[in-house]
């Protein structure tokens, strides 16, 4: 049973310091997005990619986050330096990029808590 | 721009009980809509969803139809079970393909 993964799965640092988030897409995925989860948001999506290539980063703030490819089979999510209001849970999904009937799938998604 | 609107939770049923998840977007042109479930402590899975109006998506006992007429895209199930306690997310894909949209999630809470 194919499944995204993510790593860490939860992570607890002080302000000021590096995050690095890292997610596993599902062999043959060719699109990647990341989300963030928060309360009092909801589910924002901060990047997207199709090839390794991104398409839409808007929703990431530039400043202090960057989204990357580095091969087919590892995306990063990296925050420098962190703020507690970064805190959340941040979601990878992957998709077959299939077009308007793509279904995304989810990985457990990693909860980050900066203090 | 595009949006999806979904009723607030927390919504409690008893057992067996009907559900239905209001559902509304706006959106430019003929998006894609979909109904997720996140389960405590995991990431969304996809439940069902539609690519064009009047399609009905429909998976273990839910049910949405896409009315392009009322733009909406109501999640309903006949008889709720405890195993679907749950929040449920409505989300919208632009006809482009590279909007996503989703909506602030309905908390549902099925007791025996």
């Known amino acids: 049973d194919a499944r995204v993964t993510q790593t860490p799965r939860h992570k607890v640092t002080e302000m000021g310091q590096e995050v690095t988030m890292r997610c596993q897409p599902i062999?043959?995925?060719?699109?990647v997005f990341w989300y963030r989860q928060t309360m009092m948001q909801g589910l924002e999506l901060l990047a997207y990619?199709?090839?390794?290539?991104?398409?839409?980063d808007s929703g990431m703030p530039k400043d202090r986050f960057s989204a990357e490819m580095p091969d087919a089979t590892l995306a990063t999510l990296k925050i420098q330096p962190s703020e507690p209001r970064d805190s959340a849970v941040y979601f990878c999904?992957?998709?077959?990029?299939?077009?308007?009937?793509?279904?995304?799938?989810f990985g457990p998604g990693t909860r980050l808590t900066v203090l | 721009g595009d949006s999806v609107t979904q009723m607030e939770g927390p919504v409690t049923l008893s057992e067996e009980a009907f559900l239905t998840i209001n559902c509304t977007y706006t959106?430019?042109?003929?998006?894609?809509l979909f109904w997720y479930v996140q389960y405590p402590g995991e990431g969304l899975q996809l439940l069902l969803k539609?690519?064009?109006?009047?399609d009905k998506g429909s998976n273990k006992g839910f049910e949405a139809t896409y009315r392009k007429e009322t733009t909406s895209f109501h999640l309903e199930k006949g008889s709720v079970q405890v195993s679907d306690s749950a929040v449920y997310f409505c989300?919208?894909?632009?006809?482009?393909?590279?909007?996503?949209?989703f909506g602030t999630g309905t908390s549902l809470t099925v007791i025996p």
């Open positions: 999904a992957s998709g077959s990029g299939q077009g308007m009937a793509d279904t995304q799938y």
């Open positions: 062999l043959g995925h060719n699109t």
């Open positions: 990619f199709r090839n390794r290539a991104p398409l839409d």
């Open positions: 959106a430019t042109g003929y998006p894609s």
């Open positions: 539609a690519t064009k109006a009047d």
């Open positions: 989300a919208l894909r632009g006809y482009t393909g590279n909007q996503f949209y």
